[in-house]
């Protein structure tokens, strides 16, 4: 078992910044490979970030590519998610997932095992 809790949500302005992070317990952290994902009012839940265990791939959503970087820190058992240029359209609830099995992480959420119970950005216009 692997337990997660995001934070770092809130309200943010248009071209702004925001930095999630995601604490890991349970289950050893470096076993898993890591996933945000988002889900606005009324639509699915999206991928937009992963990575690997070693942290050495990554893979990002088109949507976000250039604006937000996901790393993981396996001695502190944490996942972050910077959010530059924030744009009104990444107004979702951001959830963090765990991958128990394979090294890479994954477009689709039915691939993860565990998820946190996800924290609101809001970016205002």
């Not at 470096?30 to 639509?43: E, L, T, Y």
């Amino acid at each position: 078992q692997v337990q997660l809790v995001e934070s770092g949500g809130g309200l943010v302005q248009a071209g702004g910044s925001r930095r999630l992070s995601c604490a890991a317990s349970g289950r050893a952290f470096s076993a898993n490979a890591m996933g945000w994902f988002r889900q606005a009012p009324g639509k699915e839940r999206d991928f937009v970030a992963a990575i690997s265990r070693s942290a050495v791939i990554t893979y990002y959503a088109d949507s976000v590519k250039g604006r937000f970087a996901i790393s993981r820190d396996n001695a502190k058992n944490t996942v972050t998610l910077q959010m530059n240029s924030l744009k009104p359209e990444d107004t979702a609830v951001y959830y963090c997932a765990a991958r128990s099995t394979g090294l890479y992480g994954s477009y689709d959420p039915s691939d993860y095992d565990y998820w946190g119970q996800g924290t609101q950005v809001t970016v205002s216009s």
